[in-house]
C-alpha cells in the first residue's frame, strides 16, 4: 500500500508539474479569441503552425535562437571549467586566505543581480563590448553559485588518498584536476550544466540591457518584441514560447541521462 501510495504521488506530481505545458501547447494551438473565451479552452486547436509562421514572419526568430545558443553553450563550458577548478581548489586546498576569500564570495551570491546592472554596463562600455554576445558571455563565466555547489560535492565525493596517490605518481595541480577531480564531479557537472544552460537561455534583463541592437538580441527579448503597445496577440507569443522551450527540453533529457546514470554509477562504486 505504501508503495501504491508513493506511485499515485508521483504519478499526481508528474501531472500538476506537466499541465502548464499542456496549457502552453493548447494555447499556441489557438486564436487569441479562443484563449479569452469563457469557459477556456483545454483542447487543441488547429492554428498551431499559422501562429508559429507569424512568430517567424515578426521577429528573426532563428537569428535570436542562434546568438541564444552561443551565449548559452559558451557561458556553460565556461562556468563548468572555471567553477569546477574554483572549488576542486577550494575543497581540495589549503591556502592562506582561502576561507575569506570564500566568505567573500559567498557575499557576493547573496547580492541581487539588479544591482549590479548599471556598474556592470559601464564596464562593458569601457571595453567597448556594448551590443556584442562578448558582454553576456564573459561576465557570466564564473558565478559564486556554482563554485560552492561544486566545493560541496567535491569535498564529500574526492577522498584524499586519491589526490596523496596522484602526488606521489608525480601529478601537478591541473594533471590532478583533469584526472582525478573532473571524473569524480561528473554527476555535479551534469546538475551545474543544465542550470546554467537553462539560466542563460532564459535570461532576459541582461540581454536587453546590453544588447542595443533591436536586430541582434537574444531569443527571449526577441519574444518580448511580439507584445505589441496596443495589442497583444498572445496565441502567437504562446506559440514562440512553445518553440523556445524545445531546446531547453532536449538539454534536459540529455542531461538528466547522464546525471542520474553518473549518480547510480557511483552508488554501485560505493
Known sequence: MSRA???LALVVGALITLFPYYQLAVMAS???????SSPPS???????????????AKVDFFGSVLNTLIVAIATTL????????????????DFPGSNVLFG?????FVVPTQLAAIPQFNLMAAFGW????????????????GIFWMRQYARGAIPDELLEAARVDGAGFFRTYLSVGLPVLRPALAFLGIFTFVNTWNDYLWPLVVL?????VTLQVALSQLN????????????????????????????ARHFIRNIAAGALKG
Open 5 to 7: 501510495f508513493t506511485y
Open 30 to 36: 489557438n486564436t487569441t479569441g479562443t484563449i479569452y
Open 42 to 56: 483545454f483542447w487543441f486547436g488547429g492554428h498551431l503552425f499559422e501562429n508559429i509562421g507569424e512568430v517567424f
Open 78 to 93: 565556461l562556468v563548468l571549467f572555471f567553477d569546477s577548478l574554483a572549488a576542486f581548489t577550494f575543497a581540495k586546498y
Open 104 to 108: 567573500i564570495l559567498l557575499a557576493t
Open 130 to 145: 556594448v551590443g556584442d554576445l562578448k558582454a553576456l558571455i564573459i561576465p557570466a563565466a564564473a558565478n559564486a553559485f
Open 212 to 216: 542595443i541592437d533591436s536586430n541582434n
Open 228 to 255: 505589441g503597445l496596443y495589442m497583444r496577440d498572445y496565441a502567437v507569443v504562446m506559440a514562440g514560447t512553445l518553440v523556445a522551450i524545445v531546446p531547453l527540453v532536449i538539454v534536459f533529457l540529455f542531461g
